[in-house]
């Protein structure tokens, strides 16, 4: 268990679809290109330079970090909303759940479930069931987990 990983929403970076697998298949594809020359002639091609410099930031390990550790989306209201009330963890907080997770949980309902594991149990379950997760490649994605 990483803990610079652990989002204040109750999500754990580990388990995301990007750092899961479009970081190592944007490896896979920067490197192929690599060796099919692409890296000599990507600015010969319209868009080429932005898409290898996207590329790039996708493939390389560390480009995702946390909301804690200054990743993910500046504007996400559950981190301003945690960070004003300097709680470690929104599931620890006493107006949890509030309004700011409606939404939210639409998108990703197993982690009403993690939250109230959080709660009854502490960080140690919630870690536990984070690591059993990621050894058995389960990702996070934006409408189900798998």
């Not at 890296?39 to 091609?45: A, L």
């Not at 620890?92 to 479930?113: D, S």
């Not at 709660?119 to 990621?134: F, N």
Request: charged share 30%.
């Amino acid at each position: 268990m990483d803990e610079r990983y652990i989002c204040y929403c109750g999500l754990y970076c580990e388990n995301c679809a990007v750092k899961v697998r479009v970081q190592p298949a944007a490896k896979l594809l920067r490197d192929e290109m690599r060796e099919a020359g692409f890296g000599d002639v990507i600015q010969f091609i319209p868009g080429g330079e932005g898409f290898w410099t996207f590329l790039e930031g996708m493939a390389e390990p560390g480009m995702c970090t946390s909301c804690r550790d200054g990743g993910g989306d500046p504007a996400c209201a559950v981190r301003a909303c945690a960070k004003k009330k300097e709680v470690e963890l929104c599931a620890f907080c006493k107006f949890y759940p509030c309004g700011l997770f409606e939404e939210f949980f639409k998108n990703h309902p197993i982690v009403f479930a993690d939250n109230a594991l959080l709660r009854e149990k502490g960080m140690a379950a919630w870690a536990k069931l984070q690591d059993e997760r990621q050894a058995k490649g389960f990702v996070y994605t934006r409408d189900r987990e798998q």
